[in-house]
């Protein structure tokens, strides 16, 4: 699967957003800026009612939660979405994976309101990064 067959709500985060479409771990750690990305991981392969939500909402979670710092955006691969699902011990998609410096710092499944958002994406984001 390429950008080019995603929903297009999806492919619209790397067409008309900029968004990086990223295969592997060490692509995102390559590509993405050292600080804190969000990662969309849109159940490729298995078409999903939430996924063109997420979609919509996720540049408005960039803005909201990097307000006072620089954050990203980015969609995952099939692989790297396989590859980060197992990683992560089998989340749920569609989802968003927190990423720091290109590593997963943890994750978000499924459709959420906007305050729920806020609320477990920035528990996420006051972890600690695991040293590698």
Same mark, same amino acid.
């Given at each position: 699967?390429?950008?080019?067959?995603?929903?297009?709500?999806?492919?619209?985060?790397?067409?008309?957003?900029? *968004?990086?479409?990223?295969?592997? @771990?060490?692509?995102?750690?390559?590509? !993405? &800026? +050292?600080?804190?990305? #969000?990662?969309?991981?849109?159940?490729?392969?298995?078409?999903?009612?939430?996924?063109?939500?997420?979609?919509v909402v996720l540049p408005e979670l960039v803005g909201a939660l990097g307000a006072s710092a620089?954050?990203?955006?980015?969609?995952?691969?099939?692989? *790297?979405?396989?590859?980060?699902? @197992?990683?992560?011990?089998?989340?749920? !998609? &569609? +989802?968003?994976?927190? #990423?720091?410096?290109?590593?997963?710092?943890?994750?978000?499944?499924?459709?959420?309101?906007?305050?729920?958002?806020?609320?477990?994406?920035?528990?996420?984001?006051?972890?600690?990064?695991?040293?590698?």
């Amino acid at each position: 699967m390429t950008p080019d067959t995603l929903h297009p709500l999806v492919a619209r985060l790397t067409t008309a957003l900029g *968004y990086p479409y990223l295969d592997s @771990e060490e692509e995102a750690a390559a590509t !993405l &800026p +050292a600080g804190d990305s #969000l990662l969309f991981l849109p159940a490729h392969g298995k078409a999903h009612m939430e996924t063109p939500d997420i979609a919509v909402v996720l540049p408005e979670l960039v803005g909201a939660l990097g307000a006072s710092a620089t954050m990203s955006g980015a969609v995952a691969g099939p692989a *790297y979405e396989k590859q980060l699902r @197992e990683q992560l011990g089998g989340i749920a !998609l &569609p +989802a968003i994976v927190v #990423l720091r410096g290109g590593r997963p710092l943890g994750s978000l499944s499924r459709m959420r309101d906007w305050d729920e958002f806020l609320e477990r994406l920035s528990a996420v984001l006051a972890r600690p990064a695991a040293s590698h």
